[in-house]
């Protein structure tokens, strides 16, 4: 210890040593132990030409002082003029420039002031001894007195200007990200030394927080942009990030309204690409599956308030825009989404790409929706019940006035029941499987899907809403299941049930197989009794989707025409006509369909059905049975294709003398509301399945 420095009690050997804040937060080992070569004294290095760290006068930098002003002790000053003043702690060099019992050191080794201590305030935050439990001899013996070169690979300097010792740097001691360089008084200097020169040591290498040397390897570092230092991103773990404004799910359904409405695509084929796209599962996937399913369903009713809502017409509005209205207004009419969540992520949704203005105007049309709840609308909205019955019931139940009016008159009346058959229509369906035959049975399909096995389909098992994607389960995955409507499994297996005339040759036709779902079952169930299918699909893709789904079984693909397939007349004993229909009875799992259809696709439609069915006659042999089955309880789709085929008494059809079968004796005992037949029909709200319609058709042994 110098003479002339005013603290004698520095030296007492019972007093524990004290680090500086500053000296902990070095790179240096914190629980005492011995810090890397970049820690030895200040006397034993010498003055540092170039680096700005500098002494006073006589310390011969030509660069100038870092902190600037003449005298202004360099580092010694940024470090509170302390390391010179304790006992020393590092290499074996440093002893011999500072002894440890209090000798004196010439005087131009201290690059300090000579300011009593009490103007220099401690630093540290930790006034507690270091190490007091272990005596100084025990860190000593690890400090390396190696010559240099002798030293290990990591203690040597490995770059930068020959005869330049680098400072300690380290992030406690650069200026913080949000001052200016010069800007930062310290409480360990007077105010006059706040400025600070121009950094000459680009080019000097810097240390890392271990307090090795790094980058000396590098060349010369690049010159800093103007701005605050440690103006980026901190270093180490950052804080959490900001959650994105639109969640996957509502960004998912979003996306589903728009490739229905620019691709026409079918909601329930786009969607599970889109739930894998967006890695959705579980919940999310089922919120997805909700929102976007549900906005289609009720389409219509949205709109309409939507456009109470605005000034604007409804076909003035952009499509995008108009998609995150529905998706908005669903959300806050027919979901328990908070009202804060439903808009703000609409809007989100609209701001990214059309900007705020657009955003704004969604903003305030979805304010305007949630003043009111749906059943306020629909009685501010819907036409007296008294007066217009089905208006009133199609309004609140999301479907267009023309089809509650087809299912009225297949009920026959507009009272109770069709509320009901509408409200079953305008709700989220179950998810039904069907059991391959010979590759799984229904019981062990349900304990390996967690479902339950159907009421009346032996191959039926049900899935609660919500499953997520269906595809993913492993009996889906492995081909042993498929997903397919009780209903859809009841018909085809009531054409097997049907009673032949005649020998059972074991040769079956299905006419209009795409995209292969009965196809399968039948397969399956003619494989059993050892015959074969002939599938029949005007449509090559849809050809293809049938082959896969009955790849291994006795099933031959034809890609025909079926009114004018390439197939022997007479020769089948069993032949299914799934005409392609309205789709009216399957518009709960097909939510968008509702809305495209149109009443002037009946005819067509009902022309098409009558010449299948006619061709479907001259396949089948004398004393073989045809199952006619449409997916809609349009009257005008089933009894009145089905009676111009059969004809009148004394008056038959085009295809001649046909016995119609009771379809009712094909099915499960025990169904409720099949009516009084011959002619069977299904329907949601009593028997849980699509509206399908069968009727048995069977030529007789002579014409």
């Not at 034993?44 to 006068?57: C, F, I, K, L, Q």
């Not at 509320?419 to 069907?434: E, F, G, I, N, Q």
Request: glycine share 14%.
């Amino acid at each position: 210890m110098s003479e002339q420095d005013p603290r004698p009690d520095r030296d007492r050997p019972d007093r524990p040593e004290r680090r500086s804040g500053d000296d902990r937060h070095r790179g240096g080992d914190r629980t005492g132990g011995d810090r890397t070569g970049g820690d030895r004294s200040r006397g034993d290095r010498g003055p540092r030409a170039g680096s700005g760290w500098g002494g006073g006068p006589g310390s011969g930098s030509g660069s100038g002082d870092r902190r600037g002003g003449p005298g202004s002790g360099g580092s010694e000053e940024r470090r509170g003029g302390r390391d010179s003043d304790r006992p020393d702690r590092s290499r074996s060099g440093r002893d011999a420039a500072c002894p440890r019992d209090g000798g004196d050191r010439p005087r131009g080794d201290r690059q300090r002031d000579d300011r009593p201590r009490v103007d220099r305030p401690f630093r540290g935050r930790d006034d507690r001894p270091r190490d007091a439990d272990r005596p100084r001899g025990d860190r000593s013996d690890r400090r390396d007195d190696r010559p240099r070169d002798d030293r290990p690979r990591d203690d040597r300097p490995r770059g930068g200007r020959p005869g330049v010792d680098r400072p300690r740097y380290d992030r406690d001691d650069r200026p913080r990200g949000d001052r200016p360089q010069g800007d930062r008084p310290r409480p360990d200097r007077h105010r006059g030394d706040d400025r600070r020169s121009p950094r000459d040591d680009r080019g000097a290498p810097r240390r890392d927080d271990r307090g090795g040397d790094r980058g000396g390897d590098r060349g010369p570092r690049r010159e800093r942009t103007s701005g605050p230092r440690n103006s980026g991103p901190s270093r180490g773990r950052g804080g959490p990030t900001r959650p994105p404004a639109v969640d996957p799910a509502r960004q998912a359904a979003y996306e589903l309204l728009t490739a229905v409405r620019e691709r026409d695509a079918y909601a329930n084929l786009a969607l599970p690409g889109i739930l894998r796209r967006h890695r959705l599962r579980d919940r999310d996937a089922a919120l997805a599956t909700e929102l976007g399913y549900g906005t289609l369903r009720a389409q219509g009713l949205l709109d309409a308030i939507i456009d109470t809502c605005t000034d604007r017409p409804l076909a003035k509005i952009e499509h995008a825009l108009l998609d995150a209205l529905r998706l908005g207004a669903y959300q806050l009419l027919r979901t328990r989404v908070p009202d804060h969540a439903a808009v703000t992520t609409c809007v989100e949704l609209v701001r990214s790409d059309h900007g705020s203005q657009s955003a704004g105007f969604v903003n305030a049309v979805l304010r305007r929706i949630g003043e009111h709840t749906e059943a306020e609308w629909l009685d501010r909205l819907a036409p007296d019940p008294a007066e217009d019955p089905v208006g009133d019931a199609a309004l609140r139940h999301a479907h267009p006035r023309w089809i509650a009016q087809a299912f009225a008159d297949a009920l026959g009346g507009t009272g109770e029941e069709l509320t009901a058959a509408l409200a079953a229509d305008d709700t989220r369906p179950r998810v039904h499987l069907l059991a391959r035959p010979g590759e799984i049975t229904a019981e062990e399909l349900a304990l390996a899907t967690g479902g339950e096995q159907a009421p009346y389909s032996p191959y039926g098992v049900h899935l609660e809403p919500g499953s997520g994607d269906v595809g993913e389960l492993d009996a889906v995955a492995e081909g042993l299941a498929i997903v397919q409507d009780e209903g859809s499994q009841l018909v085809a297996a009531a054409l097997a049930r049907a009673e032949l005339l005649g020998e059972d040759t074991g040769r079956w036709l299905d006419l209009c197989a795409g995209p292969g779902g009965k196809a399968s079952l039948l397969g399956g169930l003619v494989a059993a009794r050892g015959g074969t299918l002939d599938a029949v699909e005007s449509s090559e893709h849809r050809a293809d989707l049938v082959r896969r789904s009955v790849a291994e079984l006795p099933v031959t693909v034809h890609v025909a025409d079926g009114r004018e397939a390439p197939l022997p007349d007479g020769g089948y004993d069993r032949v299914l006509v799934d005409a392609p229909c309205t789709g009216l009875g399957a518009l709960r799992r097909r939510p968008e369909a509702r809305w495209r259809r149109r009443p002037e696709d009946i005819a067509t439609l009902t022309r098409l059905q009558r010449e299948l069915l006619t061709a479907a006659l001259r396949h089948v042999r004398p004393g073989g049975v045809v199952a006619y089955v449409t997916c809609s309880p349009h009257v005008s789709e089933t009894l009145g294709v089905v009676g111009r085929i059969v004809g009148r008494e004394g008056r038959p059809g085009p295809a001649g003398v046909v016995e119609q079968l009771d379809a009712r004796a094909c099915l499960p005992g025990g169904m409720p509301g099949l009516g009084d037949g011959p002619t069977v029909q299904l329907w949601p709200h009593v028997h849980g399945t699509d509206a399908m319609f069968l009727a048995l058709l069977r030529r007789p042994l002579t014409d």
